[in-house]
């Protein structure tokens, strides 16, 4: 999640959120998971961002085609269901995660969160933040968790925008 955080500061695209980001992180993970057992990932099924992503959410199921080499000219393929279950602690440690590593980037924040809200303020940002993480966290929670952070990220932008 924080590479994909940086590679959006770099390209100041707004492109990166909480959804595409743990997508990256799960698909990632799964791969690892099946090379363990000397399989490779192959495919997905269709709209595998959505799926993905949905499973997350539900502590559902998602459909791959995995592949092994067999010898030199022969592969073997099997189809199999993985199953994404997480508990809803874990599910706010990622959402945790990735609104800790937005609050440390400052430029990100002010010119992809900031810039839509029409008050800066612990509970616009809080609000905002909920939001970003499909309220995996509630407001109330990311204001307990990351006030001083928040406040941190105000004075320093507001600073920056006073220095320009």
């Known amino acids: ?25 799960l698909i990632h993970e799964i791969r690892e998971k099946v090379q363990e057992d000397g399989w490779r990932l192959k495919a997905f099924e269709k709209n595998k961002e959505e799926k993905v992503f949905d499973a997350f959410m539900k502590n559902g ?9 067999v010898d030199e000219q022969k592969y ?3 189809k199999v269901i993985v ?4 508990p809803e602690d874990k599910k706010k440690k990622v959402a945790e995660k990735y609104i800790d590593t937005v609050l440390e980037g400052y430029y990100y ?13 612990i509970d616009t940002i809080s609000d ?16 307990a968790k990351f006030k001083d952070k ?7 932008i507001d600073d920056a925008i006073d220095d320009e």
Not at 129 to 142: G, K, Q
Not at 150 to 156: D, G
């Open 1 to 25: 999640m924080e590479e994909s955080l940086r590679e959006d500061n770099i390209s100041e695209s707004c492109y990166t959120n909480f959804k595409d980001a743990l997508v990256h992180l």
């Open 61 to 69: 199921e998602i459909k791959v085609l995995l592949s092994k080499k």
């Open 76 to 78: 073997e393929y099997k």
């Open 83 to 86: 199953k994404l279950d997480f």
């Open 109 to 121: 924040l002010d010119i992809c969160i900031f810039i839509d809200l029409d008050e800066v303020n």
């Open 128 to 143: 905002a933040l909920s939001s970003e993480v499909y309220s995996l966290l509630s407001p109330d929670e990311i204001k």
């Open 150 to 156: 928040i406040e941190e990220a105000i004075k320093v």
